[in-house]
């Protein structure tokens, strides 16, 4: 069992910076990949980050490419996400997610994780 645990959402104006913490319980942590996902008012929960159990490999929505940075620290069980330069189309509750499965491709769609952080707020105003 895998608990998530993410923090740091907030309110922060148009063009602002927020980061992301999401921490997991468990000793296996490393071996996983996990990802990022958010879901807005009236939408579908939607891919944001993903990033392998080493660091060496990430994947970006096109709509967060350049603005976004996902990394981990294993040592510390924790993922992070920056975000910069934010948006109010940025404006969701934000989900971190876990793959158990340690190799293969970056997963992109919510089934494909198996474990879920309870969802930080993030509001962005223009």
């Known amino acids: 069992q895998v608990q998530l645990v993410g923090s740091g959402g907030g309110l922060v104006q148009a063009g602002g910076s927020l980061r992301l913490s999401c921490e997991a319980s468990?000793?296996?942590?490393?071996?996983?990949?996990v990802g990022w996902f958010r879901q807005a008012p009236g939408k579908e929960r939607e891919i944001v980050a993903a990033?392998?159990?080493?660091?060496?490999?990430?994947y970006y929505a096109d709509s967060v490419k350049g603005r976004f940075t996902i990394s981990r620290d294993n040592a510390k069980n924790t993922m992070y996400l920056q975000m910069n330069s934010l948006k109010p189309e940025d404006t969701a509750v934000y989900y971190c997610?876990?793959?158990?499965?340690?190799?293969?491709?970056?997963?992109?769609?919510?089934?494909?994780?198996?474990?879920w952080g309870q969802g930080t707020q993030v509001t962005v105003s223009s």
């Open positions: 990033i392998n159990w080493s660091g060496s490999s990430t």
């Open positions: 468990g000793r296996t942590f490393s071996n996983y990949k």
């Open positions: 997610a876990a793959d158990t499965a340690r190799w293969g491709n970056l997963r992109t769609l919510q089934y494909e994780y198996e474990y």
